[in-house]
DNA sequence: CGTGAAATAAAAGAGCC
DNA sequence: GGCTCTTTTATTTCACG
């Protein structure tokens, strides 16, 4: 598999590209003290060994009617492996769930759930989520404010 | 401010750049069935309205060293606005915390901390968040395995 | 909203440092 | 590995139906 040595400029690259995806190679390539070729060519070695996952559009969730946000704390009866998978692959088919997590510590998986509003949500609960025979024990925590959200990974552990 | 309506094109335009944010407009134009120019006047409109907010590129935490994140619920000792505006402030300026919430349920705000190991995560646990004396009680939840991130947002409820 | 033409910009490649 | 220059390709933009 690919090998893992990014220089700065590396770092430099995927900072600006998540700053502003759309950046054509041009512009990057001036901003990262680069001519455009090299640019181009890295920035392809970046996507093709999935340092850059994907290119996404930041829609603002509240004006697109999905102002409400949930952060889920599931507990679950059993970890034997095949109802636990069951469940894990219930809940990342779910469309409302936009990040789920096993996790070490209260709770053995969180969800972030976003819906248009609290009936939605109890819509969510009850037919979805609870309808899941292993669910043992749900914890809602509801956004009231974001302060924020989908911020550009720190990468300076590695010289940006 | 602007107004709400959103047809069903322009979910279907913010669907198609929610998975590829570097579409070009003439590929979009044509996954929406539109053609290219009126295609380009909603994106733009979109863009100045506040719908779409942002165009990012999606690193892959793991391979550029963050591999580890933990979501955080935090409660604080004192909700007066000043020194709870304070605490957000402090919050908000930290780059390893990528989302940040003011929430209702068990604990007050919610954090989600991305940092490349268990040291740094301990580190910044130590010198930051408890270091801000309004801080009572910190519930880390250490993600062992991320089984979706970073998912699109639902848009069915808008005729997509 | 659609069509088509014109201007612009970007990506890709060759050869060289 | 990087730079420049050229070629080719595609995208944006605009005026008009």
Redesign the interface.
């Known amino acids: 598999m690919p090998k893992?040595d990014?220089d700065a400029i590396d770092c430099r690259i995927?900072a600006a590209?998540?700053?502003?995806?759309?950046l054509s190679n041009i512009d990057l390539a001036e901003r990262v003290g680069l001519s455009p070729s090299p640019c181009l060519r890295r920035v392809k070695r970046l996507e093709r060994?999935?340092?850059?996952?994907?290119?996404?559009?930041?829609?603002?969730?509240d004006?697109?009617?999905?102002g409400f946000?949930v952060?889920v704390?599931v507990k679950i009866e059993s970890h034997a492996n095949d109802r636990a998978l069951a469940f894990?692959k219930a809940?990342?088919a779910m469309?409302?769930?936009?990040?789920?997590?096993?996790?070490?510590?209260?709770?053995d998986y969180?969800l972030e759930v976003?819906?248009?509003d609290l009936e939605?949500y109890r819509e969510f609960m009850v037919t979805k989520l609870l309808e899941l025979p292993i669910v043992r024990e749900v914890?809602?925590?509801?956004?009231?404010?974001?302060?924020?959200?989908?911020?550009?990974?720190?990468?300076?552990?590695?010289g940006a």
Request: hydrophobic share 45%.
């Open positions: 893992n990014l995927m590209l998540q700053a502003d995806g759309r060994e999935g340092y850059i996952d994907a290119y996404r559009a930041v829609l603002q969730r004006r697109v009617g999905l946000s952060f704390g894990e809940v990342t469309p409302e769930v936009v990040a789920f997590h096993l996790v070490s510590g209260e709770v969180f976003v819906v248009p939605r914890r809602s925590n509801i956004a009231i404010q974001t302060l924020k959200a989908g911020a550009p990974l720190p990468l300076g552990h590695l």
